[in-house]
């Protein structure tokens, strides 16, 4: 249950998904992390803000370990997903990233059809079957609401679909694999308004399903679409609370200095 | 003074110029090779075995000869050099080992020719003893064209955007997965390309088969991979330059010269025809 000291506005029943405490990162000598303590609730979505270079993204990458891949890394502290040290040696990464699906900023599909982008999950993951993975194509287009627009054209290629179309896929393609957790990593920076606002309607659909961490630079986009939001500034989490309560009456003043615009 | 424009205009015009001189060279050398090739060009010419010392008949036993040497270069350096360019772009970590590893392919690149025929004879033919063969041959060009192969692997390895790299991982790819099915299928056009290139180059030396496979003369074709061949570029050497006939032999010269440059350039537009085809299949 929630550790009422650090997060006086949550809920007293929420349960938390996500733990981490303590973490720090560092990009070979470089500190990008600094003692970052916080907790997700499930089922929720969390937006992570802050200015360039507060170390949100990196943060985000930490829960899926994608962050493993740059090379001279190094984490400390502990993050747990559903009471399980991700960090544990011996942690099958593998299962970690089937359970903690990712979207990037930069929409990323394969140079492969719809359905094959769809498809590429499940089949790495050992599904042969036909007919099953027409099922999960279909069903995870449906959920990224944007199976009405391509269902008459599967297994065209999907680098023909628009910018916001293909961030959709993005979006398929990952809840394909059955995740729990769905993180994604400023979803629509590269999108134009209208694009953005189906995103972020999607993103309200999924909420009651998937728990959902997202990092922005839209302030209004985290006010509009989390339920908690957490402030990051220089490599340190300076507030986490309620979305309403850090928008509208925040406790420290960095927070207010950044949502009021007068930095960042 | 002149202004932007004409300065502008200048460089155009010298770097048109250059081009249409690089293309001029080499229509000129096909123009050349082709006016006195073709008449020695005919059914005969290529299907039959050489007499007199090569100074009529064919060159049959040399167009077989060059084609194991190149299947068997293909099949040796395309697997090793590929999955050496794996390696180096997927695996291997910046450390001073494999920037030792990167030095040593630039200097073999740079090696001449005739060096690894003799590296070819020392190795292959006599430490190895596997004689003047198709099999030391091939060992030997392969040797000379896997620097070629590895870079221009690596290079279109390295050309896969990260986000499909990205992609495949958080979708819980191992990374072996994701090199098998995000990234060497993309990269596979430019693998093909430039190894055939490399190959077509290869297929053209006479050094490195001098001593390690090609015979002057042999009155049958090869019946394994431990027999000696005859190949065209050698053929066209002795003609040119050792045979008692020389002069009066252009037309066979010029003929063996075309069917050589043939086989080169069918690789290329294999080449082509490769890139074509995976290009059509993954654009990005």
Redesign the interface.
């Given at each position: 249950m929630v550790e009422q000291s650090i997060y006086p506005n949550y809920p007293k029943d929420l349960e938390m998904v996500i733990t981490a405490s303590q973490v720090n990162f560092f990009y070979g000598p470089t500190q990008a992390l600094f003692d970052i303590s916080l907790l997700i609730p499930a089922k929720h979505v969390t937006a992570l803000i802050g200015p360039s270079g507060c170390g949100k993204s990196t943060f985000l990458r930490c829960l899926?370990r994608?962050n493993d891949?740059i090379?001279h890394s190094r984490v400390e502290g502990a993050i747990s997903i559903n009471q399980k040290d991700i960090y544990a040696p011996g942690t099958d990464v593998?299962?970690l990233?089937?359970e903690v699906?990712?979207v990037?900023q930069?929409s990323?599909?394969?140079?492969?059809s719809i359905f094959d982008n769809v498809a590429?999950?499940p089949r790495?993951?050992g599904e042969k079957d036909q007919r099953r993975l027409a099922e999960i194509v279909e069903q995870s287009l449906q959920q990224a609401a944007i199976w009405d627009e391509v269902k008459d054209r599967l297994h065209a290629?999907a680098?023909g679909l628009s910018g916001g179309q293909q961030q959709r896929l993005?979006i398929a393609?990952?809840l394909a694999?059955g995740p729990k957790i769905l993180l994604m990593d400023e979803p629509a920076s590269a999108l134009d308004p209208k694009s953005t606002m189906r995103i972020e309607d999607l993103i309200g659909e999924l909420r009651t399903n998937y728990t959902i961490v997202i990092v922005t630079h839209n302030m209004q986009q985290a006010a509009r679409v989390s339920d908690y939001t957490a402030f990051f500034y220089e490599g340190r989490l300076i507030e986490c609370d309620a979305t309403p309560k850090i928008f509208t009456n925040p406790r420290q003043k960095q927070t207010e200095d950044y949502i009021t615009g007068r930095f960042g | 003074m002149m202004t932007n424009n004409t300065a502008d205009k200048f460089i155009i015009l010298s770097l048109r110029l250059i081009t249409y001189a690089i293309v001029l060279v080499i229509g000129y050398i096909l123009f050349d090779i082709i006016r006195h090739g073709a008449s020695a060009l005919n059914w005969q010419f290529v299907s039959s075995f050489p007499r007199r010392s090569g100074a009529a008949g064919g060159i049959f036993p040399a167009i077989v000869g060059t084609f194991y040497l190149v299947t068997g270069t293909i099949a040796v350096s395309l697997p090793l050099g590929i999955g050496g360019a794996i390696y180096l772009a997927e695996y291997a970590?910046?450390n001073r080992f494999n920037t030792l590893i990167r030095l040593a392919i630039v200097t073999l690149a740079g090696v001449p020719s005739i060096v690894f025929g003799l590296f070819g004879l020392g190795i292959f033919v006599l430490f190895c003893g596997f004689g003047p063969s198709i099999l030391a041959g091939s060992l030997t060009l392969a040797c000379m064209v896997l620097p070629t192969i590895i870079v221009a692997s690596e290079e279109s390895l390295r050309a896969v955007?990260k986000?499909?790299?990205?992609?495949?991982?958080?979708?819980?790819?191992?990374k072996w997965?994701m090199i098998r099915?995000?990234i060497l299928p993309?990269s596979m056009s430019g693998m093909i390309t430039g190894s055939i290139l490399g190959i077509g180059r290869a297929a053209g030396e006479t050094a490195p088969i001098l001593l390690t496979v090609a015979a002057f003369y042999l009155p049958r074709l090869p019946k394994s991979i431990f027999d000696q061949v005859m190949a065209l570029p050698y053929h066209l050497y002795i003609l040119a330059t050792q045979h008692p006939e020389a002069d009066r032999i252009r037309h066979m010269q010029y003929g063996t010269a075309l069917i050589l440059l043939l086989l080169v350039l069918g690789l290329s537009l294999g080449a082509i025809l490769i890139r074509t085809h995976f290009r059509k299949k993954?654009?990005?």
């Open positions: 899926n994608m891949t090379p593998v299962e990233r089937k699906g990712m990037f930069k990323n599909p394969f140079p492969k590429y999950g790495i993951h290629n680098m993005c393609r990952a694999v | 970590e910046q955007p986000g499909f790299r990205d992609a495949s991982l958080a979708l819980g790819a191992t997965e099915t995000n993309y993954y654009r990005w």
